[in-house]
């Protein structure tokens, strides 16, 4: 299999990264602390096995019980527990495409079978995407024997376009699925909205989250789940025993408990999201109504606009963005949000090559 590729890291080179949806700024000084506190006391002993301390504190801020939370090793670890948890070998993943490409990788490291649902132009879902599997599928079956739809992976907002479906219009969508349903809210602190409620009255509902984003800590592997708790019962059994460590732990907990940095960073996120857009419309491109903290760009005249070339001559000049090509689909360019400054800069450079064509 060829294996899931993330985002360039770039070592030693000095770029700045417009490219993984990264936070600019830096986490809050209670994470800091709450790490120092932690090497304080000691890195022998193992840590609290489902990370309890994070549980509450995340309970607490979604009106739940601790027991509705599972902490993971990053989000990517929580899609990889459900995955191994709802999908066996030979089972069927439905996805919408394109969005992230993780998840038929971990379908295929699961002997899993996956079907790629592709959305409509305008951004929203064929219907469907909300029905048992047609072994007459129009889209993409990796083996059309497989008809046993087990698990559905749904991003909202979704990347790479951050655009969204109404939370409000998903539960009536779903009736007809006869599957538990993933929404992947990696990005819904730049959102106005959430599934959070649909997880509380509905079982089919699951939810998502990372710290990588919203809480600008990638570099210390940090998502969790938010499900009914019979659910998250079982998901433990599946879980590496201790998947998530010491501080990552202690970290995210003092991270989710400072909810005025936030607010405060997510306010400054927004503001720079409405410059980015509104400057890339006014040089021509395409950008669908972003609810996350990056924007989808796509040139419409492709004859004499290339993204692969802009994307490169960012790069020679020190700016890293996301060139995407989705198979089936087409291309274009995925520009995470940075502060007003790199955000500007990196777009006096795509003015700059655009006016040289
Ligand atoms: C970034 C991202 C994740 C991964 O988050 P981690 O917690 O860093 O593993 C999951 N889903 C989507 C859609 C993402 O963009």
Redesign the pocket.
């Known amino acids: 299999m060829g294996g899931y590729v993330p985002g360039e890291q770039p070592r030693g080179k000095k770029l700045l990264k417009l490219n ?2 990264e936070n600019p700024y830096r986490a809050s000084d209670h994470v800091y602390e709450a790490i120092r506190k932690v090497m304080e006391a000691g890195l022998s002993r193992y840590p609290n096995p489902f990370g309890e301390s994070f549980r509450e504190a995340a309970a607490k801020l979604y009106g739940v019980e601790p027991d509705w939370i599972l902490c ?1 090793n ?4 929580i ?1 990889t527990i459900l995955t191994r948890t709802f999908v066996g070998s030979g089972e069927l993943l439905r996805l919408a495409h394109p ?2 490409i ?1 998840y038929r990788s971990l379908a295929e490291l699961q002997g899993a079978c996956s079907e790629e649902v592709y959305f409509n132009r305008d951004w929203t879902l064929p219907e469907y995407f909300w029905n048992p599997v047609d072994p007459k599928s129009p889209y993409h079956l990796s083996n059309p024997q497989s008809t046993k739809l087990k698990l559905v992976f749904l ?1 909202n907002p ?2 790479p376009t951050g655009t969204m479906i109404p939370p409000s219009d998903l539960e009536k969508y779903a009736e007809k699925l006869p599957c538990p349903l993933l929404i ?1 809210e ?2 819904a602190d730049f959102a106005g909205t959430n599934c959070i409620d649909l997880v509380k009255r509905n079982p089919k509902f699951m939810v ?1 989250r ?4 919203s809480y600008a800590l ?1 570099g210390l ?3 969790f789940l938010i499900a009914q708790p019979q659910i998250v019962e079982q998901l433990i059994k599946v879980k590496d025993s201790y998947n998530c460590d010491s501080m990552a732990i202690a970290a995210a907990t003092a991270a989710i408990e400072d909810q005025e940095w936030l607010k405060q960073t997510t306010a400054k996120i927004l503001s720079t999201r409405r410059r980015l857009a509104d400057r890339m419309r006014a040089l021509g491109f395409e950008v669908p109504e972003s609810s996350a903290n990056f924007t989808w760009n796509v040139h419409p005249d492709a004859n004499r606009v290339s993204h692969k070339a802009i994307a490169d001559y960012l790069k020679e000049n020190g700016y890293l963005v996301r060139y995407m090509n989705y198979q089936g689909w087409g291309d274009g360019l995925r520009i995470s949000v940075g502060t007003d400054e790199q955000t500007d800069r990196c777009l006096d450079l795509v003015e700059e090559y655009i006016r040289k064509l």
């Open positions: 993984t949806n993971g990053g989000s990517d670890d899609l969005s992230y993780l991003p979704n990347s992947d990696a990005y998502s990372t710290m990588s984003k990638a592997r940090f998502g």
